[in-house]
């Protein structure tokens, strides 16, 4: 049959597949101005024309001339034809430049050009069902993760993430036991560190180079007394009785989520907390198709469910798994009480106690 075709509905998604592209050269352009220190330099100097830049950060003219162009099509920077100089917005700096603030975005840029450098693998692995595992990409996906996450971490674990668990504050405040499960290069686990001196930590993570990470991270911080870290899958992590055990960001990338909760009831100790933090998503589809559910399901195809499925079991959850589907996971592990507590626009944080 033929359909007939609008040609205004036809040119005005080919401008947007354009938009696409310039979005996905720009994960590259905001990683090359992080790293060359454009942004930083742009926040903290002005205004600047593409030779004052290159200047500023000895670089090649020709590189931050098209960078600046780019970066004002793209609406990052402004441009003032009168005077030929671009500007990074002061909201656009923080967000751009200030690593302390729950906004900071290299990181997430990081991640996802991280992510795209396996693309090859990832559609190989997509015709046959299999995986890849988190250890087998670059560390732009390790180090970008981290950058991602920790600024809200830094923002919300103390003032608001641990307060709203029931009782679990004054636990650390007197000396408790803690496991972080998944717990990368240690971010987290060093927060709680620094905050709690009379509880002890022991963070876990099967991938040894950021378990290396995280060791030397606690020893720069002075936490390493009471801050240890082992190389250990979710299920495998050692200990027991612990009066709270976290896990940010990990559990949709496990291969065997189930069992890794079973793991965490069996730890814990019988009035102990289990703090689980996955991404903002709803229980539908539906409830997804937004920015966040946008990104986030791309790197669920990228990158969460080929490194559930390089594992045993493949479960398989997915980044926009759900409040519904990760309670049934802590329901079948034998948990009986499962609760949302606290939420931002990336993340959920839920109660799990046996």
Not at 101 to 113: D, E, T, V
Not at 182 to 202: K, Q, Y
Not at 232 to 261: E, K, Q, Y
Not at 289 to 305: E, Q, W
Request: charged fraction near 20%; proline fraction near 5%.
């Amino acid at each position: 049959m033929t359909v007939a075709i609008d040609a205004d509905k036809l040119m005005g998604f080919v401008f947007k597949a354009v938009d696409e592209v310039g979005a996905t050269l720009n994960a590259a352009l905001v990683v090359m101005g992080d790293r060359l220190g454009y942004y930083q330099v742009l926040a903290d100097q002005g205004p600047a024309t593409p030779t004052e830049l290159a200047e500023r950060t000895s670089t090649d003219e020709h590189y931050t001339r098209e960078w600046l162009n780019a970066q004002a099509a793209g609406g990052i920077v402004e441009y003032d034809a009168g005077t030929g100089r671009y500007t990074l917005p002061p909201e656009h700096a923080v967000a751009m430049t200030d690593p302390s603030s729950p906004a900071y975005l290299p990181g997430f840029f990081q991640i996802a050009l991280g992510t795209l450098q396996h693309t090859t693998d990832t559609i190989e692995a997509a015709r046959s069902g299999a995986g890849v595992g988190w250890h087998e990409h670059t560390s732009d996906v390790h180090v970008g993760c981290e950058r991602f996450f920790r600024p809200s971490y830094n923002a919300n674990l103390l003032p608001s993430w641990l307060p709203a668990l029931d009782g679990v504050v004054e636990k650390l405040q007197q000396g408790a036991t803690v496991a972080d499960i998944g717990c990368g290069h240690g971010s987290s686990t060093i927060l709680m560190a620094e905050a709690f001196p009379r509880s002890t930590f022991v963070g876990s993570d099967y991938h040894q180079a950021s378990i290396e990470t995280a060791r030397l991270r606690a020893a720069d911080a002075g936490v390493s007394d009471r801050a240890s870290f082992e190389v250990a899958a979710a299920d495998r992590f050692s200990g027991s009785g612990f009066d709270l055990v976290t896990t940010f960001d990990a559990l949709h990338d496990m291969g065997d989520p189930v069992g890794a909760a079973r793991h965490v009831r069996d730890a814990l100790a019988a009035d102990g907390t289990w703090m689980l933090v996955e991404p903002m998503a709803g229980d539908h589809v539906e409830d997804n198709l937004n920015p966040v559910g946008r990104a986030y399901y791309g790197f669920s195809t990228l990158l969460c469910t080929p490194a559930s499925l390089s594992q045993p079991v493949g479960l398989a959850l997915g980044t926009q798994a759900g409040p519904a589907r990760i309670r049934d996971v802590t329901k079948a592990a034998g948990f009986t009480r499962f609760r949302t507590v606290a939420e931002t626009p990336f993340n959920l944080v839920f109660e799990v106690r046996p």
